[in-house]
């Protein structure tokens, strides 16, 4: 088990050793995203704007149009949110290559509590025109997604977990943004999801087999560009859907994927997810509790989604 | 690139035919930033024509000089000087902010010869310190020149810029304010008092010039002042007048967001021509 914001901070040190273009901004907040080791071995193309995350922002897109590869990192709250419209008209609106890292995504920030709990993040990013959002689902994922990200056209956000999350993926598996990761084909219903809520839906489609429920589990780590023919087959070949994210469900994912369904292929669906409230102080595991999202309720959840389906 | 011309009557009668391209445009328009572009004018001027390197055949020359309208709405002046250098033809100065032109309400990128997109206020210089910082790990020699008003200064971001350029010890950033004074709602001191403004800057870790911004020799020398700075950004605060050129804009925040009619245009075509 390892926080994704791990393997963002080993690939970024990858990348500052393979492409002189890259550059990584910080808010005070380097070691906790982990720009650490890239600080401490290219501290020339380091930059530190203090907690001033408007000023960070808008600096990358000065970065981006001179070429450069900027990562500017601070926790998801402050991205998304007290930066928005730096990333709307200093970066969407020029199309930039700027990454946008947000680490500590999530109600598993735990004791910080809800002034640091990114749970808007998803819907402020994936409103803006050229944004494109990534949530890695384990270590590896996050590797590759830095990676990836550093490449991909115009702005990517990037959310990552502060807590460990077990190791789903590996090295050698393949990595695209905006096309999703099948981990398993159901025939009564598809749970789709993202980041740590990915290994919470398997063990969920573990205890439904064992019930008699065939549950696919998609790992959506491409919030947007959604991967349209992956979710409109598994709609197709289910008819029914249920979402599962760390996230608001106004707006979020689940949203992203009714948007999609509701026009394409319209199939039961439900959302899990925080219901129109904000976070509160404690461990990742009781908070993920207190708040249902769990592979428990999943499991209620899928199966209230089956008997609708069926009556 | 570009010969500069520093012939003071030339610069004048250059600021009054952009003056002109200005108000015709504003008016086919119906609608735009009238003061605060004709407060620009003079110190776009001393920068396009006697201080920026700048190619309009090649606008992605490397070595370019930058510059950041942060203040966006007073495009309309810089629209009129790139399409008097070529950077588009300059029939196109009168589509501006008609649906299809390229010229938008507010600066974009993408537009031959504008850098960045600007127009929500406050985040030009944040954008020029992400430019002069590359300079410098590139080696460059080139400046970032970018333009503040005096009521965007009401946004927190261009203080929390305006300490990262003196913690950076950015000296290839020049800023120039057009201190107009006043803003939507009124004189900016009574919106927001700004004052001391000067002080404020210094305290900030900036060099300060201050200047009368419709003054050739004034502003080139400030300019030529800001050049000889070394390990601090420097800030030229230019007095200027909103609306100025023309008797019935000048110093009246109405004319902040409205446009001459026909009628408007001609007396102030014939007040500015009879100069």
């Known amino acids: 088990m390892k926080p994704t914001r791990d393997g963002f901070g080993e690939a970024l040190l990858e990348l500052g050793e393979k492409d002189e273009r890259v550059v990584v901004l910080s808010a005070d907040l380097t070691e906790s995203v982990r720009a650490g080791a890239f600080k401490a071995k290219f501290p020339k193309r380091f930059f530190n704007f203090g907690i001033s995350e408007q000023d960070m922002m808008s600096a990358a897109a000065g970065f981006a149009l001179e070429g450069k590869i900027p990562f500017a990192t601070t926790f998801g709250v402050f991205a998304s949110g007290r930066a928005w419209d730096q990333i709307r008209t200093s970066i969407a609106y020029m199309n930039l290559n700027v990454n946008i890292i947000g680490s500590h995504g999530g109600i598993t920030v735990g004791p910080d509590g809800a002034t640091h709990q990114a749970l808007e993040d998803y819907a402020l990013m994936r409103v803006l025109p050229n944004m494109s959002v990534v949530v890695p689902c384990d270590f590896y994922e996050a590797k590759k997604a830095t990676e990836a990200a550093a490449s991909y056209p115009g702005p990517v956000y990037l959310r990552l977990t502060r807590n460990k999350v077990p190791f789903l993926t590996s090295l050698d598996d393949d990595f695209q943004i905006g096309k999703a990761r099948v981990f398993r084909e159901g025939k009564d219903l598809t749970i789709v999801a993202s980041g740590q809520m990915v290994h919470i839906s398997l063990k969920a489609a573990d205890i439904l087999k064992e019930e008699g429920i065939s549950a696919g589990v998609i790992n959506l780590h491409t919030i947007k560009p959604l991967d349209r023919d992956a979710i409109l087959k598994a709609a197709r070949e289910t008819g029914a859907i249920l979402t599962v994210e760390e996230h608001q469900v106004f707006g979020g994912m689940g949203s992203a994927i009714a948007e999609l369904i509701s026009e394409n292929e319209p199939v039961l669906i439900k959302f899990l997810g925080i219901r129109d409230r904000f976070g509160r102080s404690g461990e990742s595991d009781i908070l993920l509790e207190a708040f249902g999202l769990t592979s428990e309720s999943i499991v209620k959840e899928a199966k209230e989604l089956i008997k609708k389906k069926q009556s | ?275």
């Open chain 2, 1 to 275: 690139m570009i010969n500069k011309k520093t012939d003071l009557e030339f610069l004048k009668q250059k600021s009054l035919d952009i003056r002109c391209d200005v108000l015709a445009m504003l008016e086919e328009a119906g609608s735009g930033h009238t003061g605060g572009s004709l407060s620009l004018v003079e110190i776009l001027v001393s920068l396009y024509y006697c201080k920026l390197n700048h190619d309009p055949e090649n606008p992605s020359w490397g070595e370019r000089d930058r510059f950041i309208l942060s203040k966006g709405h007073g495009c309309p002046t810089l629209y009129a000087i790139l399409a008097d250098f070529g950077y588009f033809p300059k029939n196109e100065l009168m589509t501006l902010r008609k649906y299809g032109s390229c010229l938008q309400g507010h600066p974009e990128k993408g537009i031959r010869g504008i850098e960045a997109s600007t127009g929500s206020l406050g985040q030009g210089l944040s954008i020029s310190i992400g430019m002069a910082l590359s300079a410098r790990l590139d080696g460059r020699e080139n400046r970032v020149y970018c333009i503040l008003g005096d009521g965007e200064t009401n946004e927190g971001q261009v203080w929390e810029s305006a300490m990262t350029a003196a913690h950076y010890k950015l000296d290839n950033i020049i800023v120039m304010l057009d201190h107009n004074k006043l803003q939507i709602d009124g004189p900016v001191n009574e919106v927001k008092n700004l004052e001391p403004f000067e002080e404020k800057w210094r305290s900030f870790g900036w060099k300060v010039k201050r200047c009368n911004g419709h003054d050739f020799q004034e502003l080139l020398d400030a300019l030529d002042w800001a050049d000889s700075i070394k390990g601090h950004p420097a800030i030229i605060i230019a007095d200027t007048v909103k609306g100025k050129g023309v008797s019935f804009m000048e110093n009246d925040n109405r004319w902040h967001g409205v446009t001459p009619t026909k009628e408007e245009l001609g007396k102030a075509l014939e007040e500015l021509k009879g100069k």
